[in-house]
């Protein structure tokens, strides 16, 4: 397996929030003030076509498989999950509370890990299989993991 580069920055004096994500010439970086995500090839640094997920894409992870990366949208209070072969969002996840980071487990039941910067939680979800959502209380206005 590659290494897999992650570089995340805010200047919210600009509104400007930037995510980037990286893994195997294929970067993703989130735009939240235009609700979209843009796949770029990095084999030949070649900018693809802007996925559009909604409101304010925020935060990024992608599975270990790399098949598909998932967005957090706060506005809307969704998980997106997008295709990576087709570059298409599959089934969003509502979660509510103002989703910001994320993460996900390698394990092989394979869970996301979200900041729910809105109700001062970590919610724990399962993404394979149905299963409970789970939530953790954290520390006031949680934002990065």
């Known amino acids: 397996m590659k290494n897999i580069p992650f570089f995340s920055c805010m200047l919210t004096a600009l509104s400007l929030v930037a995510s980037l994500f990286s893994y195997d010439g294929f970067a993703y970086v989130t735009n939240s003030s235009v609700g979209t995500v843009n796949p770029i090839n990095l084999n030949n640094n070649t900018p693809l076509a802007p996925i559009v997920t ?3 894409p925020y935060g990024i992870a992608i599975t270990k498989d790399a098949k598909t990366v998932y967005v957090t949208d706060p ?3 969704l998980v997106i999950p997008i295709r990576v072969a087709t570059n298409t969002i599959r089934n969003t996840i509502s979660i ?3 989703p910001l ?3 996900l487990s390698t394990s ?3 869970k996301a890990y979200v ?3 809105g109700e001062n939680k970590v ?3 399962p993404l394979k299989r149905k299963g409970p959502r789970v939530s953790l209380p954290v520390g006031e ?3 990065l993991m």
């Open 115 to 117: 900041v729910l910067s």
């Open 101 to 103: 980071a994320i993460a």
């Open 141 to 143: 206005s949680p934002s």
């Open 96 to 98: 509510g509370g103002s």
């Open 75 to 77: 506005e809307l209070g």
């Open 123 to 125: 919610a724990i979800l």
């Open 54 to 56: 909604g409101e304010s």
């Open 108 to 110: 092989r039941k394979v």
